[in-house]
Protein backbone atom coordinates (compact mmCIF):
# COMPACT_ATOMS: atom_id res chain seq x y z
CA UNK A 1 0.00 0.00 0.00
CA UNK A 2 2.79 2.44 0.68
CA UNK A 3 4.10 1.40 -2.55
CA UNK A 4 1.59 2.31 -4.48
CA UNK A 5 1.12 5.73 -1.91
CA UNK A 6 4.18 6.86 -3.32
CA UNK A 7 3.36 6.41 -6.35
CA UNK A 8 0.63 7.99 -6.57
CA UNK A 9 2.72 11.21 -5.06
CA UNK A 10 5.07 10.75 -7.60
CA UNK A 11 2.93 11.77 -10.20
CA UNK A 12 1.19 14.77 -8.41
CA UNK A 13 4.51 16.17 -7.99
CA UNK A 14 5.39 15.81 -11.62
CA UNK A 15 2.54 17.24 -12.59
CA UNK A 16 2.96 19.50 -10.51
CA UNK A 17 6.68 20.54 -11.77
CA UNK A 18 5.17 20.05 -15.34
CA UNK A 19 2.83 22.54 -14.82
CA UNK A 20 5.14 24.83 -12.97
CA UNK A 21 7.85 25.04 -15.20
CA UNK A 22 6.57 24.46 -18.55
CA UNK A 23 5.35 27.44 -20.71
CA UNK A 24 2.72 25.42 -22.87
CA UNK A 25 0.86 24.79 -19.81
CA UNK A 26 0.71 28.39 -18.21
CA UNK A 27 -3.32 28.81 -19.63
CA UNK A 28 -4.02 25.56 -17.30
CA UNK A 29 -2.50 27.32 -14.96
CA UNK A 30 -5.24 29.35 -14.06
CA UNK A 31 -7.44 25.97 -14.04
CA UNK A 32 -5.65 24.52 -11.80
CA UNK A 33 -5.70 27.28 -9.28
CA UNK A 34 -9.50 27.20 -9.87
CA UNK A 35 -9.77 23.42 -9.11
CA UNK A 36 -7.68 23.97 -6.25
CA UNK A 37 -9.61 26.91 -4.77
CA UNK A 38 -12.92 25.59 -5.41
CA UNK A 39 -12.48 21.64 -5.67
CA UNK A 40 -10.05 20.35 -3.40
CA UNK A 41 -10.76 21.77 -0.29
CA UNK A 42 -13.69 20.69 0.02
CA UNK A 43 -12.45 17.13 0.86
CA UNK A 44 -9.19 16.06 2.69
CA UNK A 45 -5.97 15.32 1.49
CA UNK A 46 -6.22 12.09 2.29
CA UNK A 47 -9.26 11.21 0.74
CA UNK A 48 -8.19 13.27 -2.45
CA UNK A 49 -5.45 10.64 -2.54
CA UNK A 50 -7.70 8.01 -2.24
CA UNK A 51 -9.85 8.90 -5.27
CA UNK A 52 -6.55 9.64 -7.16
CA UNK A 53 -5.48 5.98 -6.13
CA UNK A 54 -8.52 4.10 -6.81
CA UNK A 55 -8.99 6.13 -10.69
CA UNK A 56 -5.06 5.44 -11.58
CA UNK A 57 -4.33 2.79 -9.76
CA UNK A 58 -5.94 0.23 -7.93
CA UNK A 59 -6.38 1.68 -4.64
CA UNK A 60 -9.40 1.66 -2.39
CA UNK A 61 -11.73 4.58 -0.67
CA UNK A 62 -13.35 4.36 2.29
CA UNK A 63 -17.16 5.14 2.62
CA UNK A 64 -16.75 8.46 4.73
CA UNK A 65 -14.57 9.77 1.43
CA UNK A 66 -17.34 8.50 -0.80
CA UNK A 67 -19.07 10.78 1.16
CA UNK A 68 -17.05 13.86 0.89
CA UNK A 69 -16.81 12.99 -3.15
CA UNK A 70 -20.15 13.23 -3.21
CA UNK A 71 -20.55 16.46 -1.21
CA UNK A 72 -17.50 17.61 -3.08
CA UNK A 73 -20.04 17.85 -6.13
CA UNK A 74 -19.93 15.66 -9.70
CA UNK A 75 -18.10 18.91 -11.85
CA UNK A 76 -15.36 19.12 -9.59
CA UNK A 77 -14.79 15.27 -9.40
CA UNK A 78 -15.00 15.12 -13.20
CA UNK A 79 -12.97 18.23 -13.89
CA UNK A 80 -9.82 17.15 -11.24
CA UNK A 81 -9.84 13.84 -13.19
CA UNK A 82 -9.99 14.86 -16.05
CA UNK A 83 -7.39 17.43 -15.36
CA UNK A 84 -4.66 14.81 -14.86
CA UNK A 85 -5.61 12.37 -17.02
CA UNK A 86 -4.86 15.11 -19.90
CA UNK A 87 -0.95 15.01 -18.77
CA UNK A 88 1.36 13.73 -21.46
CA UNK A 89 2.39 11.00 -19.10
CA UNK A 90 -1.33 9.56 -18.53
CA UNK A 91 -3.08 10.40 -21.49
CA UNK A 92 -2.33 7.56 -23.67
CA UNK A 93 -4.82 5.75 -21.14
CA UNK A 94 -7.44 8.53 -20.11
CA UNK A 95 -10.18 6.69 -21.56
CA UNK A 96 -9.73 3.86 -18.94
CA UNK A 97 -9.27 6.67 -16.25
CA UNK A 98 -12.60 8.27 -16.88
CA UNK A 99 -14.74 5.18 -17.00
CA UNK A 100 -12.44 4.29 -13.40
CA UNK A 101 -13.66 7.62 -12.11
CA UNK A 102 -17.39 7.39 -13.70
CA UNK A 103 -17.62 3.91 -11.85
CA UNK A 104 -16.33 5.25 -8.21
CA UNK A 105 -18.23 8.06 -9.02
CA UNK A 106 -21.45 5.78 -9.39
CA UNK A 107 -20.37 3.68 -5.95
CA UNK A 108 -19.74 6.79 -4.28
CA UNK A 109 -22.90 7.97 -4.88
CA UNK A 110 -24.30 4.49 -4.29
CA UNK A 111 -22.89 4.49 -0.31
CA UNK A 112 -24.06 8.04 0.43
CA UNK A 113 -27.53 7.55 -0.60
CA UNK A 114 -27.46 4.46 2.37
CA UNK A 115 -25.59 6.16 4.92
Not at 50 to 57: A, L, P
Not at 77 to 90: C, G, Q, T, V
Request: proline share 3%; with cysteine; aromatic share 8%.
Amino acid sequence: MAYTTSRITIVFIVVAFVCAFVPAFSVEDAEAKSLWNTCLLKISPKCALDVIGVVFENGTITDACCQDLVQEGKMCHDSLIKYIAERPLLVSHETQYLKKSGDLWTHCVSISQTA
